[in-house]
């Protein structure tokens, strides 16, 4: 691809970004009722609502999100606990999945848009596992089978360091991420191994202007 086109790489960018409402797996880290880059989590904080320029309603509203989302979560977590026969109903994700839907029928189209930009640049090469990013992104098989082995490798490794962190003692959250940065840029160094140079420059196109720290 000639990125030296940009009305035809913009052209892409915004048939994509009017295409998909992708958002974070929910996966093994985060507090258990987020991950990092998931729009539920996203939404609460206050340098998103001032990026999307939500009104004092929406940001009303996208509390009432979250605190649903997190009601809902604990009762099927607390419900997997109870002894009972016979497949367990539902699943996080499906819960995380009507969580999103009530998010984007709350924002507006390019709110919606720059809330998924904002979750690509906090996931960054784990964004990559989203199909509708693979694809706009052109990944092929290979590069997709290269994907799922340094996702795999990743998950492995940060079982390494958190049974490491078991016998550790912190004095603050900041410590402790201080500790997890160096591993955590290793993963995503190694997810991101995986694209061309040209999908590079796409990719960055598509995260769009950086989230203000």
Not at 118 to 128: F, K, N, P, S, T
Request: hydrophobic share 40%; net charge positive.
């Amino acid at each position: 691809m000639n990125l030296h086109h940009h009305g035809t790489v913009l052209a892409i960018v915004c048939l994509f970004l009017g295409l998909s409402f992708a958002g974070a797996a929910y996966g093994e880290s985060g507090d258990g009722y987020s991950k990092p880059g998931d729009f539920v989590t996203l939404l609460g904080r206050q340098k998103v609502q001032r990026d999307l320029a939500l009104t004092a309603g929406q940001a009303a509203a996208a509390g009432e999100i979250s605190e649903r989302f997190r009601a809902e979560l604990r009762a099927y977590y607390a419900d997997l606990k109870k002894p009972k026969a016979g497949a367990k109903p539902g699943s996080a994700e499906a819960i995380m999945a009507a969580a999103n839907k009530r998010i984007s029928a709350l924002l507006s189209r390019d709110q919606m848009n720059r809330l998924i930009q904002i979750g690509w640049q906090i996931r960054d090469g784990e964004a990559l596992f989203d199909e509708d990013l693979a694809r706009v992104l052109g990944m092929t098989g290979r590069q997709k089978d290269r994907l799922s082995k340094a996702g795999e490798k990743n998950r492995a490794e940060r079982r390494a360091l958190m049974d490491k962190m078991k016998g550790l003692r912190f004095r603050t959250e900041e410590a402790r991420q201080e500790y997890m940065a160096p591993g955590k840029a290793a993963a995503n160094k190694r997810l991101l191994a995986v694209l061309s140079p040209p999908q590079r420059v796409l990719f960055a196109i598509l995260k769009g202007e950086p989230l203000e720290r």
